[in-house]
């Protein structure tokens, strides 16, 4: 530890997480720490310990938005695209902040869209096999599970293969249609 600053730093991370939903806390942790710093060099430039402050906690935050992306990427649960795209999302704000301060020279901050972009790809890939697969079960539950995952695959890519087409008649096949018959002569 260099100065007291970091130690309280690391403190008000450590207590964050401990009070709260882990997974939310300790991202907005890092990041939350990391934009306060970056605020306060911004109004002292000239602060030497300030910007290696901020350097060492870029290189953290972007350690835990990785670190998390990992643990994403070995999980089988389609939820993992979600949450894989807001780490890159978080990774490309703090890389936005880096870019547009004072010490842009100083740390090397890529551009995530390309992940961000793949990303959105594959889920729209798995997405669709997904509703395909419910649509071959020819039953109203899985067309509206169809439909369901068309929908999301044009969140992840707009106009992805045949999906509006698919995602429409995945809506006709959910939806039952009942007939009424005319009374005749009060014949019931």
């Not at 994403?72 to 902040?97: C, K, P, W």
């Not at 880096?98 to 992940?115: C, H, L, M, Q």
């Given at each position: 530890?260099?100065?007291?600053?970091?130690?309280?730093?690391?403190?008000?991370?450590?207590?964050?997480?401990?009070?709260?939903?882990?997974?939310?806390?300790?991202?907005?942790?890092e990041?939350?720490?990391?934009?306060?710093?970056l605020?306060?060099?911004?109004?002292k430039?000239?602060?030497?310990?300030?910007?290696?402050?901020?350097?060492?906690?870029?290189?953290?935050a972007?350690?835990?938005?990785?670190?998390?992306?990992?643990?994403?990427?070995?999980?089988?649960?389609?939820?993992?695209?979600?949450?894989?795209?807001?780490?890159?999302?978080?990774?490309?704000?703090?890389?936005d902040?880096?870019?547009?301060?004072?010490?842009?020279r100083?740390?090397?901050?890529?551009?995530?869209?390309?992940?961000?972009?793949?990303?959105?790809?594959?889920?729209?890939?798995v997405?669709?096999?997904?509703?395909?697969?419910?649509?071959?079960?020819?039953?109203?539950?899985?067309?509206?599970?169809?439909?369901?995952?068309?929908?999301?695959v044009?969140?992840?890519?707009?106009?992805?293969?045949?999906?509006?087409?698919?995602?429409?008649?995945?809506?006709e096949?959910?939806?039952?249609?009942?007939m009424?018959?005319?009374?005749?002569?009060?014949v019931?």
């Amino acid at each position: 530890m260099r100065n007291p600053y970091t130690v309280f730093i690391l403190a008000f991370v450590l207590i964050n997480t401990s009070c709260s939903n882990p997974q939310k806390a300790v991202s907005y942790s890092e990041d939350k720490v990391f934009f306060e710093t970056l605020r306060k060099l911004e109004k002292k430039p000239n602060e030497l310990q300030l910007k290696q402050d901020v350097i060492d906690l870029y290189k953290q935050a972007v350690q835990g938005h990785k670190d998390r992306i990992n643990s994403y990427q070995v999980n089988s649960d389609l939820s993992r695209y979600d949450n894989t795209i807001s780490e890159y999302n978080s990774l490309q704000r703090l890389s936005d902040a880096i870019k547009t301060s004072s010490i842009f020279r100083d740390v090397d901050a890529p551009n995530y869209y390309t992940e961000v972009q793949r990303v959105r790809e594959e889920a729209a890939g798995v997405y669709y096999d997904a509703a395909v697969a419910e649509m071959r079960t020819d039953t109203r539950e899985g067309a509206k599970r169809a439909y369901q995952n068309f929908q999301k695959v044009s969140q992840y890519v707009p106009n992805y293969r045949d999906v509006s087409r698919l995602q429409k008649e995945a809506y006709e096949r959910s939806i039952v249609n009942i007939m009424i018959n005319p009374i005749q002569n009060g014949v019931y």
